[in-house]
């Protein structure tokens, strides 16, 4: 049992020394300072929790990244069939008709009103 200067002394505290709080305060700022270093370890920025974002965010990266290489690889793709050597005339056929809006002499074109586009 600790007898601080204050207090009377008993039969557990009889022959040893009052401690002074001046003597608990480096203990007591040590344990402060390990308490905050322990927080910020666990939830600042550069803690587990900042770590835990990270990881998340790395993650929705890798996914579009993998969405764009995909686009990339469907462009590439359109691009070979469209080149010189190796051209697609359906392919191209088609894609006249949906950028140019052209249509072929034996078609008839119906357009449906109720149709709104954004």
């Given at each position: 049992m600790i007898r601080f200067m204050t207090s009377r002394p008993s039969s557990r505290t009889i022959g040893k020394p009052p401690v002074r709080l001046r003597q608990l305060?480096?203990?007591?700022?040590?344990?402060?300072?390990?308490?905050?270093?322990?927080?910020?370890?666990?939830?600042?920025?550069?803690?587990?929790s900042g770590w835990q974002d990270l990881q998340r965010q790395r993650a929705a990266k890798q996914h579009e990244l993998t969405a764009l290489q995909q686009a990339n690889d469907d462009l590439q793709q359109q691009i070979a069939r469209l080149s010189g050597d190796t051209l697609d005339y359906d392919f191209l056929d088609e894609r006249a008709r949906k950028v140019l809006g052209l249509v072929g002499p034996d078609e008839v074109v119906v357009f449906n009103q109720h149709l709104r586009r954004n």
């Amino acid at each position: 049992m600790i007898r601080f200067m204050t207090s009377r002394p008993s039969s557990r505290t009889i022959g040893k020394p009052p401690v002074r709080l001046r003597q608990l305060l480096p203990t007591a700022a040590m344990m402060l300072v390990i308490i905050g270093l322990t927080y910020q370890s666990l939830q600042g920025n550069r803690g587990v929790s900042g770590w835990q974002d990270l990881q998340r965010q790395r993650a929705a990266k890798q996914h579009e990244l993998t969405a764009l290489q995909q686009a990339n690889d469907d462009l590439q793709q359109q691009i070979a069939r469209l080149s010189g050597d190796t051209l697609d005339y359906d392919f191209l056929d088609e894609r006249a008709r949906k950028v140019l809006g052209l249509v072929g002499p034996d078609e008839v074109v119906v357009f449906n009103q109720h149709l709104r586009r954004n």
